[in-house]
């Protein structure tokens, strides 16, 4: 079993910078990809950026490519997102997940509220 831990949400302005956190216990993370999923209120929970057990390989979903950024620290066993020119429809609850193969290890989640 993993548990994670998100950390790192809050309230901030249009145009602003944010850096989300997740802490996993349990096993080491360098064995799985990691994970960002968000759900805005009243739609469905959808895919933000992945980073596989290379810490080279990385994916973003086309609406934060080039704004946002997953890294991951094995030695930590912590992955990050930061996240910069945050826009009104990035808010949402931000979730880590892990997972081998699919993602089976969620977090509770972290709220980004982007006002404009």
């Known amino acids: 079993q993993v548990q994670l831990v998100e950390s790192g949400g809050g309230l901030v302005q249009a145009g602003g910078s944010l850096r989300l956190s997740c802490a996993a216990s349990?096993?080491?993370?360098?064995?799985?990809?990691m994970a960002w999923f968000r759900q805005a209120p009243g739609r469905a929970r959808e895919f933000v950026a992945a980073v596989r057990r290379s810490t080279s390989d990385t994916s973003y979903a086309g609406s934060v490519k080039g704004r946002f950024t997953i890294s991951r620290n094995n030695a930590k066993n912590t992955v990050y997102l930061q996240m910069n020119s945050l826009k009104p429809d990035d808010t949402a609850v931000y979730y880590c997940a892990a997972g081998a193969v699919d993602y089976n290890f969620w977090g509770q989640g972290t709220t980004v509220t982007v006002s404009s």
């Open positions: 349990g096993r080491a993370i360098i064995n799985y990809a």
